[in-house]
């Protein structure tokens, strides 16, 4: 497709359960964002890569969070042991390269713990 | 440290009615600046950039946003209100050089008809 695409949706996930978030950016965009955007709230930065490296992790909020993007195009966010904390939106955005922007977003996948 | 304050958490206009969205930012460098837009249930939409070129910025949908240094501010406008305008609206904040963005907490937009 011609945006970003991010998969599922929605998740529903019990606490303590692990979920994995999956972002197909735009062909050939090296930059890759996630933000977690809760309940009412702006997006808030949590990790940033160029091709495979990541080179921002510091919005990550705990060790529970792990994202990775190991080719270069696709990147998963992996939350560990969920907590109802975590329940939010998270966004994936690419963009060509540097310097910045515009940034390109997916819709979303809206989390849920119950 | 950047930062961004959006000065109403709502806003309400009648349809074809001017609209005015208030945004003030707080930045050590040069920044970028960005409207974007959020329908409910989708990913955010840019509406206009400011990257100090000409700081009267138009954008899409007929938006247009000055960036106004002695104010530090960068409010979107639009002369006439349309339904479809109905949305949650974000000021963003970025530094030269540094990739994140910084996002305010959104003012809801609604239209009456």
């Known amino acids: 497709g011609a945006g970003v695409s991010q998969s599922p949706r929605y998740k529903v996930a019990k606490r303590g359960q692990d979920v994995a978030l999956r972002c197909d950016p735009i062909s050939g965009h090296v930059s890759l964002f996630w933000y977690q955007q809760a309940l009412g709230q702006g997006p808030e930065f949590l990790t940033y890569?160029?091709?495979?490296?990541?080179?921002?992790k510091s919005g990550l909020p705990s060790d529970r969070f792990f994202a990775e993007r190991p080719e270069g195009s696709v990147s998963t966010l992996k939350i560990q042991r969920t907590q109802q904390e975590d329940s939010a939106v998270y966004l994936c955005?690419?963009?060509?390269?540097?310097?910045?922007?515009?940034?390109?977003f997916g819709d979303g996948t809206r989390l849920s713990i119950l | 440290a950047q930062s961004v304050t959006q000065l109403d958490s709502h806003v309400s206009v009648s349809e074809g009615t001017p609209v005015l969205l208030r945004c003030n930012y707080s930045s050590s460098y040069s920044p970028s600046l960005f409207w974007y837009v959020q329908h409910p249930n989708k990913g955010l939409q840019l509406l206009l950039k400011y990257t100090s070129a000409a700081t009267l910025v138009k954008g899409i949908n007929g938006f247009e946003a000055e960036f106004k240094k002695s104010e530090t501010s960068f409010h979107l406008t639009k002369p006439s209100a349309h339904m479809s305008d109905a949305a949650e609206y974000f000021c963003?904040?970025?530094?030269?050089?540094?990739?994140?963005?910084?996002f305010g907490k959104g003012t809801r937009l609604s239209v009456i008809a």
């Open positions: 963003v904040v970025s530094e030269r050089g540094n990739t994140p963005l910084v």
């Open positions: 955005a690419s963009s060509p390269g540097t310097p910045i922007g515009p940034q390109h």
């Open positions: 890569f160029q091709n495979e490296a990541q080179l921002d």
